[in-house]
């Protein structure tokens, strides 16, 4: 069982959607949670950070951490063209040590 | 602030074959992390270095291996290079190791071993 599971999509939604981007992890020594956005040939973006379980919002994005359920949400309102792009979840656990998911193809069609 | 830059930004090896790839760190960060990324993958955590020591490895044979310079710069050295190493190699760096400092990634440098 890998550490972290992505549904890798491809993901198409149209302009004005909600999406939902979600990862589940095995391993209670996470602490620390991610999301990533990644251009095709480019290197990952931090959108988001959290530790603790709960709701985090930043502008027309919407973390979410579930502890108990191992489980970790990424919400984006009212999507445009240029949300366009592979998602990653991350997280790092308490060994110093950091762990992806494979990442979620999103096309938001105008 | 100049970001994370890496060099070179493309590189052809044959199999068998040594490698370096280098990276600066964004103005005021002291630790540096590598990943590996084949196509269609997520970031796999090679190691970190943390004012020029190792602070965490993945797992990643011993061939892979680092170094980070006084100036924070940071060298990824892969030896007997195989198949399986052709992918994106990107560097992270973040002003330190608490839970709360956030990686800053390079554009990454993809190797394509032969």
């Known amino acids: 069982q890998k550490e972290v599971e992505q549904d890798p999509g491809p993901l198409s939604v149209p302009e004005g959607a909600i999406v939902s981007l979600n990862c589940t992890y095995s391993?209670?020594?996470?602490?620390?949670f991610m999301w990533y956005r990644q251009y095709s040939r480019k290197g990952p973006e931090l959108l988001m950070y959290t530790y603790s379980s709960g709701n985090k919002e930043d502008g027309r994005f919407t973390a979410q951490v579930d502890k108990s359920s191992k489980y970790i949400s990424l919400f984006i309102r009212d999507s445009q063209p240029s949300d366009s792009a592979t998602y990653l979840c991350a997280m790092r656990n308490t060994g110093n040590q950091f762990y992806f998911g494979t990442g979620t193809s999103l096309t938001v069609i105008p | 602030e100049t970001g994370v830059t890496q060099s070179p930004t493309h590189l052809i090896k044959t199999r068998g074959q040594q490698v370096t790839l280098r990276c600066s760190s964004q103005s005021g960060h002291n630790t540096v992390s590598w990943y590996q990324q084949a196509l269609g993958q997520g970031p796999q955590f090679i190691f970190q270095?943390?004012?020029?020591?190792?602070?965490g490895r993945g797992n990643f044979p011993p061939r892979f291996s680092g170094l980070q310079f006084p100036n924070y710069s940071s060298e990824l050295n892969v030896n007997a290079l195989e198949l399986d190493d052709s992918a994106l190699y990107l560097c992270a760096s973040s002003g330190g190791v608490r839970t709360t400092d956030t990686q800053y990634f390079g554009p990454g440098t993809r190797l394509t071993v032969l």
């Open positions: 391993n209670s020594a996470f602490q620390y």
């Open positions: 270095y943390y004012r020029e020591e190792e602070n």
